[in-house]
């Protein structure tokens, strides 16, 4: 199982969440292997929106993000995207 931190900057946090979120709950009903999402915001930082993911494996979470779902999405709420990052961990012992 991994976990999947993903960083992103956008233009407006405000109209880009609830797209966000739209996207997460779709990720997890249809992406094989997508266990949870999250989408959190920081306060303290204009313009971050973070996702936090569980994926079954490595290779579920990256064909989550060549997939169809993360196509669909990205043309919807890719208007306010400027920047992300990516950080897979491996959980052990479960």
Do not use: W
Not at 18 to 38: I, K, W, Y
Not at 46 to 70: L, N
Not at 77 to 86: E, H, M, P, Q
Request: aromatic letters at 12%.
């Amino acid at each position: 199982m991994v976990l999947v931190i993903n960083d992103d900057r956008v233009t407006d946090v405000e109209a880009y969440f609830p797209l966000a979120r739209a996207f997460a709950a779709e990720a997890v009903s249809q992406d094989r292997g997508c266990l949870s999402m999250e989408v959190l915001t920081d306060p303290a930082v204009p313009g971050r929106v973070v996702y936090m993911s569980r994926f079954e494996s490595r290779e579920d979470f990256e064909a989550h993000a060549k997939g169809a779902t993360f196509a669909k999405h990205v043309q919807i709420f890719g208007k306010y995207f400027l920047s992300a990052s990516d950080t897979i961990y491996e959980i052990q012992g479960l």
